[in-house]
């Protein structure tokens, strides 16, 4: 049997294009959430590419969430910072 990676251990990231995939939301929605209210990912490449970690994807996939319950973006933005580890920027 084959040992299990785990993705925060491990240090993976991915592409905004994969978290898109991963999240079924689109790649400019990820980019709006990230500039407007801050909600995107903790790392960038040198070149400023974004690189979505394995807690930056549960924290996007909880505001889809709440959106799709009815919140208001701003609203959904705010409780999942508020929830969460600050961060780094």
Same mark, same amino acid.
């Given at each position: 049997?084959?040992?299990? !990676? =785990?993705?925060? *251990? +491990? $240090? #993976? /990231?991915?592409? !905004?294009? +994969?978290a898109?995939?991963?999240l079924?939301?689109? +790649?400019?929605? #990820?980019?709006?959430?990230?500039? &407007?209210?801050?909600?995107? %990912?903790? *790392? &960038?490449? =040198?070149g400023?590419?974004?690189?979505?970690?394995? %807690?930056? !994807? =549960? &924290?996007?996939? /909880?505001?889809?969430?709440?959106?799709?319950? $009815?919140?208001?973006?701003?609203?959904?933005?705010?409780?999942? #910072?508020d929830? $969460? %580890? %600050?961060?780094e920027?």
């Open positions: 049997m084959s040992e299990q !990676i =785990d993705p925060v *251990e +491990a $240090g #993976l /990231t991915w592409s !905004i294009s +994969a898109a995939d991963q079924g939301v689109a +790649a400019a929605t #990820l980019r709006t959430w990230d500039r &407007r209210y801050g909600v995107g %990912p903790a *790392e &960038r490449t =040198d400023g590419h974004r690189r979505y970690t394995t %807690p930056d !994807i =549960d &924290r996007v996939r /909880t505001m889809a969430e709440l959106i799709a319950a $009815g919140a208001s973006p701003e609203s959904a933005a705010r409780a999942v #910072l929830s $969460g %580890p %600050p961060v920027e």
